[in-house]
């Protein structure tokens, strides 16, 4: 790895056509991760892409007038002080704010590279081109603002933030949902009727620590292999399966960590309250993401919380 000020302006040259192509490609790759849920957007980093090929085109006819036809590979791994960017195969399913943020770091730095590379060259036509440069990625962002307002009405606006509320009900909120209301509602019935049966705080707990692992591990994996997001748009499966997991575990965990208190009825006293906040918030969400009437919500959440909340209570009394 060779430091930056240690490179020739050939060397320069050279890395300002491979971050340009560099730049070029994510730029594309991000214009199509983003066409089928994102037009506008996708147009806008089509046409990011397209400045950045300018570039290259302008820094290759300078390279061979200066140096020939032979370019080297000088690759930003290859120099000390770039910052290391994450693929975008590996930023799949694309959400709108991490690609405008990881855009906005490309420019920031593709700029200071030019600033830095224009101050070391002593070649005239080399410096000139090089801050020319560093003046049109300084401008890239308020050409990123027109191509806003030319391409984002506030119909198409709208309507792609609406599509980006989607992705994130799909992959995000629905696994969760499903993971808290299964962790919540099944691990009732255990939990109680340990709790009723022995009459003892600690075993309790046990049974529901257990029945809140193993649901939030069977949840995780039975959504992780539902399907893989190719077709359905619900994204990375094994994200699905993490977070469906998760919930499932917390919304069991919720109702069974009152039982760490030695006294029982004030544990299982608590552990109620748990209980309807729990079913509160499952109803909230429901509501308020995936578009259930509210009255709706709160019967149905009721109905099957009440329903394994007796059954519990009465197999534990038996």
Same mark, same amino acid.
């Given at each position: 790895m060779r430091d930056f000020d240690s490179l020739s302006e050939r060397e320069l040259l050279a890395l300002a056509i491979s971050l340009e192509e560099e730049d070029e490609r994510i730029y594309s790759d991000l214009a199509e991760g983003l066409r089928r849920d994102f037009p506008a957007t996708a147009a806008i980093f089509e046409g990011m892409r397209e400045e950045e090929s300018r570039h290259r085109r302008r820094l290759i006819e300078l390279f061979r007038q200066k140096f020939g036809e032979h370019i080297p590979l000088i690759r930003r791994q290859d120099v000390r002080g770039f910052v290391e960017r994450r693929p975008v195969w590996l930023m799949q399913p694309l959400r709108l704010d991490a690609v405008r943020h990881q855009a906005s770091a490309m420019e920031v730095e593709t700029r200071r590279f030019y600033e830095r590379a224009a101050a070391r060259a002593t070649d005239a036509s080399i410096r000139q081109l090089l801050d020319d440069l560093a003046q049109e990625e300084r401008s890239h962002a308020y050409r990123a603002e027109e191509l806003n307002r030319e391409r984002l009405e506030p119909a198409i606006k709208q309507k792609e933030d609406e599509a980006q509320r #989607? !992705?994130?009900? !799909?992959?995000?909120i629905q696994p969760g949902l499903a993971g808290l &209301?299964? $962790? =919540?509602? =099944?691990? !009732? %019935?255990?939990?109680? %009727?340990a709790a009723f049966a @022995? *009459?003892?705080?600690?075993?309790?707990?046990?049974v529901g620590l257990a029945a809140s692992l193993g649901a939030g591990i069977s949840m995780g994996f039975a959504e992780a292999l539902s399907d893989d997001g190719s077709l359905t748009g619900r994204g990375h499966p094994w994200l699905r399966g993490l977070v469906c997991g998760l919930m499932t575990t917390l919304g069991g965990i919720g109702h069974t960590l009152p039982y760490l208190m030695g006294d029982f009825r004030v544990a299982t006293g608590l552990a109620v309250v748990v209980v309807l906040c729990e079913l509160g918030a499952i109803t909230w969400? #429901?509501? *308020?993401? &995936?578009? @259930?009437?509210?009255?709706? %919500?709160? !019967?149905?959440? %009721?109905? $099957?919380g009440a329903i394994v909340f007796a059954t519990g209570i009465l197999l534990g009394s038996w």
């Open positions: #989607r !992705l994130f009900v !799909l992959q995000i &209301m299964d $962790g =919540s509602v =099944s691990t !009732l %019935a255990p939990v109680f %009727a @022995t *009459r003892k705080s600690w075993d309790a707990f046990i969400a #429901r509501h *308020r993401f &995936m578009d @259930t009437p509210a009255l709706s %919500a709160a !019967l149905q959440v %009721a109905l $099957g």
